[in-house]
């Protein structure tokens, strides 16, 4: 599995990163292979060039955003095959999240066994994380 963590904070995506290479300690699915984007204009290029199964991006990332992001992915024709996760800094953005596309939103601070579940399991129902 093909993850990429993006956020312009260092610690956030280490805390992605734990929460993702949990997946491989747990002996679910295949090896969890990680790569990083300090921006979403970045992201938005490796997740064109290396495809991940998932894409797990900070609200607050600068030059162009998660909501950016995941609009670019999944609004292309045909759409981008990877989950989207979406970190929320307020739940007043889950509106955001869904036109974006998201597959999954979590407000902050996250439980990282929940995000490590949104990452290896299937698409979540937008409607069921924004509650």
Request: no cysteine.
């Amino acid at each position: 599995m093909k993850v990429l963590l993006v956020s312009a904070d260092p610690a956030v995506r280490q805390a992605m990163g734990l929460s993702a290479r949990r997946i491989d300690r747990s002996g679910r699915g295949a090896p969890v292979e990680v790569m990083e984007a300090e921006d979403g204009v970045e992201a938005i290029a490796i997740a064109w060039r290396w495809r991940p199964d998932v894409v797990v991006a900070d609200e607050i990332t600068s030059r162009a955003g998660a909501f950016a992001v995941a609009k670019d992915l999944k609004g292309a024709l045909p759409p981008h095959p990877a989950k989207v996760v979406i970190l929320l800094d307020r739940p007043q953005d889950r509106w955001l999240a869904a036109w974006s596309g998201a597959d999954a939103w979590f407000d902050k601070p996250v439980n990282p066994f929940e995000l490590a579940d949104a990452v290896a399991g299937p698409p979540a129902a937008p409607e069921e994380e924004a509650q």
